[in-house]
């Protein structure tokens, strides 16, 4: 009889743990991503209203998230694009900084990767060392690896990324959510998001073709905010940026 009960007991917690591991290891993973799935699509939807969106170009889906693109470039024309400084922005590489003083303010970002094993690494495309918290992909503008963007309060932003990483897919959406980001950045960022852009495919290094989306959003209140890769594990791993409106 005694034993009995202590093989029921031991059957009760193997049976408790297998319920419990299955929830952390396969249920929870399920629903984050497919949560992260429905405020990205969600997000996208916001961002299409009015001033949002200027044409896209549908290309499916890629793990549930809807990836489009509005411009395709060449490599080398990103490239001259991303060094074509404006002339009301200053460029500050010591202390990863870019000033831009304008009411129409342009912004082109290279999303690429920090690793030398690929083309178009953010190392070439700068000469800068990426700080040390961006360990894999970056924000390359203006010459500068994931620069402060200061910005005049009430001015009309463009963002315009371009893919030039061969591997993966980026976005970049404007959030007042400050860092450390979790894998499923979009579960901290949710509906909190400024203007978004959809995920680009990967750059095409065989025919020299990139993928870029553009969006415009008004910085209308003061305030810190951030630009970061929705993509999961990017923000995570460093893909974010500052963005100070004064
Ligand atoms: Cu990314």
Same mark, same amino acid.
């Given at each position: ?123 070439? *495309?700068?000469?800068? !060392?990426?700080?040390?918290? +961006? ?6 503008? /203006? =010459?500068?690896?994931?620069? %402060? ?44 998001? *400024?203007?978004?852009? !959809?995920?680009?495919?990967? +750059? ?6 990139? /993928? =870029?989306?553009?969006?415009? %959003? ?29």
């Amino acid at each position: 009889m005694k034993k009995a009960f202590a093989l029921a007991i031991i059957i009760a917690i193997v049976a408790a743990g297998a319920i419990a591991s299955s929830w952390y290891m396969v249920y929870l993973p399920f629903e984050y991503e497919h949560e992260s799935v429905s405020y990205y699509n969600r997000q996208l939807g916001l961002a299409g209203g009015p001033g949002g969106m200027m044409g896209y170009h549908m290309m499916g889906y890629y793990n549930g998230y809807l990836t489009e693109y509005s411009q395709e470039f060449s490599i080398n024309k990103a490239i001259s694009m991303m060094n074509d400084v404006p002339g009301y922005a200053r460029v500050f590489p010591g202390n990863d900084t870019i000033v831009l003083n304008s009411t129409n303010v342009n912004i082109v970002a290279i999303a690429t990767m920090v690793t030398p094993s690929e083309l178009g690494r953010a190392v070439n *495309l700068t000469d800068m !060392p990426p700080s040390s918290s +961006a360990t894999e992909n970056v924000f390359v503008i /203006y =010459g500068l690896v994931n620069p %402060t963007l200061a910005i005049p309060r009430g001015a009309t932003v463009t963002f315009t990324l371009i893919n030039l990483d061969p591997d993966d897919y980026h976005n970049i959406a404007i959030t007042p959510v400050p860092p450390p980001y979790p894998y499923y950045s979009m579960m901290d960022v949710m509906m909190n998001v *400024l203007g978004v852009s !959809p995920m680009l495919p990967p +750059a095409s290094y065989q025919s020299g073709t990139a /993928y =870029g989306f553009s969006f415009n %959003t008004v910085l209308a209140y003061p305030g810190t905010f951030y630009y970061i890769c929705e993509y999961p594990g990017h923000a995570e791993s460093g893909m974010y940026g500052e963005l100070i409106v004064s």
